[in-house]
């Protein structure tokens, strides 16, 4: 048998939080990440490239799942209204990245251990 | 605020080994899995409901990464030719199995870590 090198490859991980579907990923991190910051759906979804159809879907997807508000409108301010995230979102957004990451590098030792 | 609960939901873990771009994750797993099983690439691809060219362009490039055969026609026998993997392949899948094994083990106490 020719030995196979892996070194030059890597395992990307992924994770996903799923009831009976997947719901809730990178991708809706991503987006919720980015609505915060630019304080408006419109905005985020540009950056993203999403339709803002698909983006307000998914995230009525993860309301009710959850049970909760994700987003919600702060009015006032110098630029009118905008929208932020909930405190349940941030909770959500916060343990998804930490266990992301985590769950990365276990991945990046695990894959030395069985390929390299 | 209120409190989730997240006891209901799971997090599912997907790992695929990257070059460039994806190649081989637990579908080519899979695939290759039945086509060792079954003989033929044909049945491998019905059962998976997967076109035969679709399925001939996924090991191509899996073939091209590795640098080696992944499949290879075995002669003669009862019910003449027959496709198996070589050992090369056996190897990835063995490896690739067991790893995925272990960081689905894994994400399942990182979520009570960080979720539960």
Redesign the interface.
Known sequence: ??K?S?K????????????DE?FFGRGVSELLRLIDKSGTMQEACKIMDMSYSKAWKIIKRVEK????KIITAKSGGVKGGTTIL???AR??VS??D??EE??AK??ER??K???L
Chains 1, 2 share one sequence.
């Open positions: 048998m020719a196979v892996y030059k490859f890597r395992m990307k991980p992924r994770i996903t939080l799923v009831s997947k799942e959850l049970g909760c909930t405190d349940e909770d959500l343990r998804f930490s266990m985590d769950v276990y991945t695990a894959f251990k069985y390929f």
